[in-house]
């Protein structure tokens, strides 16, 4: 298969048009970022285009008060792991950003219009539960397309930072990274280890559908804590049409209307959709293709 077809098929499972919770943006929670370019096409066309979009990251980030823990930059893609320091930096920085790099790109190809496909995706990350496996997920992407023979080879993501100590001015450490060894040395070590296993496929298809649909990605606690920092529903409701009321015996005068016992519908589902309801995700289609 052809890389341009690779990069159609790896982002087809972030375009639907499923319904999606509102976007919450909450200082200190980790955040997964999602933005693919306009009809799936290239927004990236040379090392010049990666370089100028990484300054700009970094600049926004520095402004907007938002660290970033890892990052990818595919040719139609780019995936982020940020994290806010103010409410609504997330929200801003990648407005910023967006709006920069979109300029730079129409006056450098002279050409017009959009850049990207609508808004970014985004969903919060249980830290404790997912974030170093949401790295791995961000940085495994140019090895599952066949972009790098090996992940040290690519240069637009922070494996090199994470896995090889080659400091990026881009990232700020997070505590849990910083937790896998006393040196930057202890681990880079460390971290490497991590990639020594694959992916569960329930667990790639999970992530991605929680970024897909703007879902919250951790456990029942976690869900309970930002619904009550957001005061806000995180969890999606049941599909399928609300319970019929019984009806009432029309010759039974001034009955009172009967109806059957609704169960709560905010039960979290825990664990990825299978069925008519599994996702193909991006992941799948490159390691099938």
């Given at each position: 298969m052809d890389t341009a077809k690779q990069y159609q098929r790896a982002t087809k499972g972030f375009v639907g048009k499923m319904p999606r919770l509102p976007r919450l943006n909450l200082i200190d929670i980790p955040q997964h970022i999602v933005q693919v370019g306009h009809n799936n096409l290239p927004c990236f066309f040379d090392e010049e285009d990666y370089q100028f979009y990484l300054i700009s990251l970094r600049n926004a980030a520095d402004q907007y008060r938002v660290d970033i823990h890892a990052y990818v930059l595919l040719p139609n893609m780019v995936q982020i792991i940020a994290m806010p320091r103010v409410p609504d930096g997330v929200s801003s920085m990648m407005q910023s950003l967006g709006r920069r790099y979109v300029q730079y790109v129409n006056h450098r190809y002279k050409r017009s219009g959009t850049l990207w496909?609508?808004?970014?995706?985004?969903?919060?990350?249980?830290?404790?539960?997912?974030?170093?496996?949401?790295?791995?997920?961000?940085?495994?992407?140019?090895?599952?397309?066949?972009?790098?023979?090996?992940?040290?080879?690519?240069?637009?993501?922070?494996?090199?930072?994470?896995?090889?100590n080659i400091a990026s001015p881009v990232i700020t450490d997070h505590r849990l990274y910083m937790a896998l060894g006393e040196t930057a040395r202890e681990r880079a070590q460390e971290y490497r280890k991590l990639f020594r296993y694959s992916f569960d496929r329930r667990l790639?298809?999970?992530?991605?559908?929680?970024?897909?649909?703007?879902?919250?990605?951790?456990?029942?606690?976690?869900?309970?804590?930002?619904?009550?920092?957001?005061?806000?529903?995180?969890?999606?409701?049941?599909?399928?049409?609300?319970?019929?009321?019984?009806?009432?015996?029309?010759?039974?005068?001034?009955?009172?209307?009967?109806?059957?016992?609704?169960k709560s519908q905010d039960k979290d589902q825990g664990v990825p959709v299978t069925g008519t309801e599994k996702l193909k995700t991006a992941e799948m289609a490159a390691m099938e293709s």
């Open positions: 496909r609508g808004r970014y995706k985004s969903s919060l990350i249980d830290s404790d539960a997912y974030l170093l496996t949401c790295y791995r997920y961000v940085e495994l992407r140019p090895l599952y397309l066949g972009l790098a023979e090996s992940l040290g080879d690519y240069a637009w993501s922070s494996f090199n930072h994470h896995a090889n790639l298809e999970y992530i991605a559908e929680t970024i897909k649909l703007g879902h919250v990605l951790g456990g029942d606690v976690f869900k309970d804590k930002i619904e009550q920092i957001a005061n806000q529903r995180v969890r999606p409701l049941k599909r399928g049409r609300p319970p019929k009321s019984k009806k009432i015996d029309q010759g039974v005068a001034g009955g009172n209307e009967a109806g059957g016992s609704r």
